[in-house]
């Protein structure tokens, strides 16, 4: 149903004789005004506004408050202080008028970037696939303009002007309970309150084995406290998403397997296996004295090519993965021009010398199972020098978040660096943000790189993707989540056979 911004009667007015009756001009500078002058000339008579229908989609509760909220500080079970500024009941509002200053800087920017979809407008990029607004856009129309007008249910800057946004409403239904959903959320990470579900889980004894069919049962099975609320589920997902993807599919638990519908693959089960077996080694018999010293063996080694926001990640998120094998040390690279993206403490970058040429942030200390180095640098000049030879399926694993490797924005990047990761015959695991991203991205691959590779892990939903959804600030409408889709595939290997004995002989005989 439609909500009570504007009737149809008035509507249909301004479709059919907008030229007639107010300036274009006009339209946009007092609408209510002039809604409120032709409902005189209506014979439907003017209800009150309380009277309509409204669509109630928030998952905020509703509520009248007494008065204007006051923030207020206090101290957080943690003993720091804090100010807390919107309520659990009062965090949703309009991107322009909120309370946040950072949202209100980010409706301008989608003001000044974001086009309007409405098919009226000409199209302003290729269509990504078939289900893309811009699709839908006539190469005839109008020219293109920026959003101005925004949602009164979602709260965010959707289309140029009323009049688009009441035509194409039907369409934007698809994404307004998505987007209001993650207004409230934006609004949530502002709003002061502490935030429980950041308290990650802590080690736990090896004999306890870890349920990861899903969300629900690695959260319950790792001991972590009781998340009743789908905000504070999507919230504390969308951290643990990055670590727990990698560890969904490398763990021997792995929900992933080779049954009909496990999606694993032969050559997977070849490749992850062996990467297993160094994960999860027989007891040695050592301590921690030494009288019972073992040699230990290599650390793991996780290359995240073109890492952006995973870099930047509290190192809490990334320990998960380690409490989940816990005979084995870890050994994280960062590679990306990116990959110091919201880290400014850090600069600037350690100078590039002969024992740390590539000018690598080292973070060693964080434990004794796990070393984390940051490159800001592509991997195929890395790759070139040797500074990582050699490679092992058996300790190494490339990892690949939301790389575009069909997207034509981002394809130049990754032109010289997939041959040779191809090269190395290791595992690599991808992931992306929506279907069609997955498809695009999966469809380049197996067109371009199809003979020279093989697929390890189907593509698929991950089950492991945020459960939060992100905002594109150029394209308010698209909508996606973190890795969403997970796929896995490495270089084609030939094994060579050997050749019998009697077939020798004979064709020296012959000869």
Known sequence: MRPSYTCNRCLSLIKAARPQLLP???????????????????????????????????????????????????????????????????????????????????????????YCPHPDHKPTRAPNNPDDHEARKNSDGTPPAHVDFECPDCGIPVYCCEEHWADDYENHLDVCDVLRQSNEDDHDLHSGRFFKEFQFAEPQIEEILTNMSSWDTYLYTRDYDALNKDREMRQATKLLTYPMTIASVINELSPYNIRKGGRMTPEGLKSFGALRHTLHPPRTGGGDTWKNARLAPPSVRLFILGARAESSLPRDTWMQLAYLFHRVQFSLHFIGPESMANREKELPLPERTANNPFGAVIEDRISNAM????????????????????????????VCFHPGFGNPASLHEWEETIPLLLETKVPIIATAYSPSDLEQDVGFLQKRYGNEMDMLLEPGVNIFRSLRWDLNDLDPHDATCSNFGLYAFRGKRYEATKKEKEEEVHSERTA
């Open 24 to 114: 274009s001009s006009a339209l946009h500078i007092a609408p209510q005004g002039f809604l409120q002058r032709n409902h005189s000339t209506c014979n439907v008579p003017a209800q009150p506004k309380l009277s309509l229908p409204k669509r109630s989609i928030s998952t905020t509760s509703n509520r009248n408050f007494q008065g204007a909220f006051e923030p207020y500080e206090y101290v957080d079970p943690e003993g720091h202080r804090r100010k807390m500024v919107l309520t659990e009941d009062n965090l949703f509002h309009s991107f322009t008028h909120s309370p946040i200053p950072a949202i209100r800087k980010r409706a301008a920017y989608m003001r000044q970037h974001a």
């Open 371 to 398: 070393k984390i180095s940051t490159y800001v640098e592509y991997y195929h000049t890395m790759h070139k020098t040797g500074h990582f030879v050699p490679y092992d399926p058996y300790f190494d694993c490339f």
